[in-house]
């Protein structure tokens, strides 16, 4: 995926709006698995006290210099800049990457993960906010890990957090109500739309600790369990196997 136009950039014109004018209209999620959702804009501006656990341990177990990939508005960038850390912050979202820029973020760029743009080498990626979800489809895994092994320097770490979907389609005794050759359950297609703004169709990976960590495996990286959420989400460490 390449960087957005600005006129296909419903999240980040709901995120610029909410900076300059304090409101902002609806940011509807859409997607063909499951009923129409919102993301309440207020919430991609959250601060340290409104942020949960896993974004909280993630905070606080960062180390050297660091991405934050798909930034969005800044939120945890601000908060590690204000702890004296050195963050660069990327998003392929360019009203995004404007706001972050305007509320003080040292080194926004509009950049895609995959693109040249994000620099590097970093000792700590920073994947939070459903982190799993631009590996897009289990498919992609390949290519993310031979990225990550690109942008991470030695003895360094991803920090990234997903949910395991499987509570979707769970029945009472625990049944999966879903079957395998359909694929793999956590592959979830989106588009938002914010207003007239419609933006393009992504696919948006949520992952199992087990599938990640097998997948991780195979690409010569190992997973640590830092967090167990309350609702069947998860933050993990990655880092490479003969790092030690
Ligand atoms: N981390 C922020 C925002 C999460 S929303 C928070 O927790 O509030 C996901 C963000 O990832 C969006 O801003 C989207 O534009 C960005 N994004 C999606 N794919 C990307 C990619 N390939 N490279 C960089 N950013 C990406």
């Given at each position: 995926?390449?960087?957005?136009?600005?006129?296909?950039?419903?999240?980040?014109?709901?995120?610029?709006?909410?900076?300059?004018?304090?409101?902002?209209?609806?940011?509807?999620?859409?997607?063909?698995?499951?009923?129409?959702?919102?993301?309440?804009?207020?919430?991609?501006?959250?601060?340290?006290?409104?942020?949960?656990?896993?974004?909280r341990k993630?905070?606080?177990?960062?180390?050297?210099?660091?991405?934050?990939?798909?930034?969005?508005?800044?939120?945890?960038?601000?908060?590690?800049?204000?702890?004296g850390?050195?963050?660069?912050?990327?998003?392929?979202?360019?009203?995004?990457?404007?706001?972050?820029?305007?509320?003080?973020?040292?080194?926004?760029r509009?950049?895609?993960?995959?693109?040249?743009?994000?620099?590097?080498?970093?000792?700590?990626?920073l994947?939070?906010?459903?982190?799993?979800?631009?590996?897009?489809?289990?498919?992609?895994?390949?290519?993310?890990?031979?990225?990550?092994?690109?942008?991470?320097s030695?003895?360094g770490?991803?920090?990234?957090?997903?949910?395991?979907?499987?509570?979707?389609?769970?029945?009472?005794?625990?049944?999966?109500?879903?079957?395998?050759?359909?694929?793999?359950?956590?592959?979830?297609?989106?588009?938002?739309?914010?207003?007239?703004?419609?933006?393009?169709?992504?696919?948006?990976?949520?992952?199992?600790?087990?599938?990640?960590?097998?997948?991780a495996?195979?690409?010569?990286?190992?997973?640590?369990?830092?967090?167990?959420?309350?609702h069947?989400?998860?933050?993990?460490?990655?880092?490479?196997?003969?790092?030690?």
């Amino acid at each position: 995926m390449a960087t957005l136009k600005a006129d296909k950039d419903p999240m980040g014109q709901a995120i610029s709006d909410y900076f300059h004018t304090g409101k902002a209209k609806k940011l509807r999620v859409l997607s063909s698995m499951f009923d129409e959702d919102e993301i309440p804009v207020s919430t991609l501006f959250r601060s340290l006290e409104e942020m949960n656990d896993i974004e909280r341990k993630a905070l606080d177990a960062v180390q050297g210099r660091i991405l934050d990939v798909g930034a969005g508005s800044g939120c945890h960038t601000l908060e590690l800049q204000k702890r004296g850390h050195s963050v660069t912050a990327i998003d392929i979202s360019p009203l995004s990457v404007e706001t972050m820029q305007a509320r003080g973020v040292a080194d926004a760029r509009l950049a895609d993960f995959y693109a040249p743009e994000c620099g590097g080498p970093y000792h700590t990626l920073l994947m939070l906010m459903n982190g799993s979800g631009i590996i897009g489809t289990l498919q992609g895994m390949e290519r993310f890990f031979r990225r990550v092994d690109e942008l991470l320097s030695p003895g360094g770490q991803v920090l990234m957090d997903s949910s395991d979907l499987r509570y979707v389609y769970e029945d009472e005794d625990g049944q999966m109500d879903w079957d395998s050759e359909w694929g793999y359950y956590g592959e979830v297609d989106y588009r938002m739309q914010y207003g007239r703004i419609k933006g393009e169709p992504f696919d948006w990976l949520y992952v199992d600790m087990e599938t990640l960590s097998q997948h991780a495996g195979q690409y010569g990286f190992r997973t640590e369990m830092l967090h167990l959420g309350t609702h069947y989400d998860y933050l993990v460490r990655i880092t490479r196997k003969n790092d030690d």
